[in-house]
């Protein structure tokens, strides 16, 4: 039984009973308080003053490259090898959650047993716009399901190769000078070159 008097929660306005009498969230809404404010702290640094905003992150570089170059080899290695399979299981994720978010089957064949035959398709044909900024088009998916589904559809490979076929959607040269903006034929030749 704690000696202070039992109080509601500031963030989740539940009643808990405090460890220590400055105590102001219970004990699974404290970390995340804190992080919400770091990220707003942060945030208003990025826009208040982007001097030090830089100076706290190149810290933070030279501190983690200081901590990299003082493993050794092995260490480094699996150390790649743990942040590969994160990376990997975290796309996994992600592709998951926008398959059961625009329906989890082709939209033409209704195909479904392998997540991995499965694409997510711009309906309008612009991904071409989109193909660099790929993880920020799936965040937008997954943070505005309704507005990603009049613009995304989920298709299995043949039916996606199919339809690029049909509506003759490939980076052709009209496409790349609208997308790079440029007017010269030289850029163009020197582009189709270095493929």
Not at 14 to 20: D, E, G, R
Not at 60 to 65: A, F, I, L, T, V
């Amino acid at each position: 039984m704690s000696r202070y008097k039992a109080r509601i929660c500031l963030f989740c306005s539940k009643p808990y009973s405090p460890t220590n009498g400055t105590q102001k969230y219970c004990v699974p809404c404290g970390p995340l308080v804190i992080k919400l404010q770091r990220k707003t702290w942060y945030k208003n640094l990025k826009t208040l003053n982007p001097d030090k905003y830089e100076t706290i992150r190149e810290k933070g570089r030279q501190k983690q490259r200081k901590w990299y170059l003082s493993m050794n080899n092995e260490d480094k290695v699996a150390y790649m090898e743990k942040t590969k399979d994160a990376r990997r299981l975290r796309r996994k994720q992600e592709k998951l959650l926008v398959l059961d978010i625009l329906g989890n089957k082709c939209a033409k064949c209704n195909y479904n047993d392998d997540i991995r035959a499965l694409c997510i398709d711009h309906i309008n044909g612009d991904g071409y716009l989109e193909k660099e900024r790929h993880y920020e088009f799936i965040k937008e998916i997954i943070k505005n399901p309704t507005e990603a589904k009049k613009r995304y559809q989920i298709l299995c490979s043949n039916c996606n190769r199919i339809k690029q076929d049909d509506n003759k959607e490939y980076p052709t040269a009209t496409r790349l000078k609208e997308k790079y903006n440029r007017d010269s034929e030289k850029w163009l030749i020197n582009y189709y070159q270095g493929l």
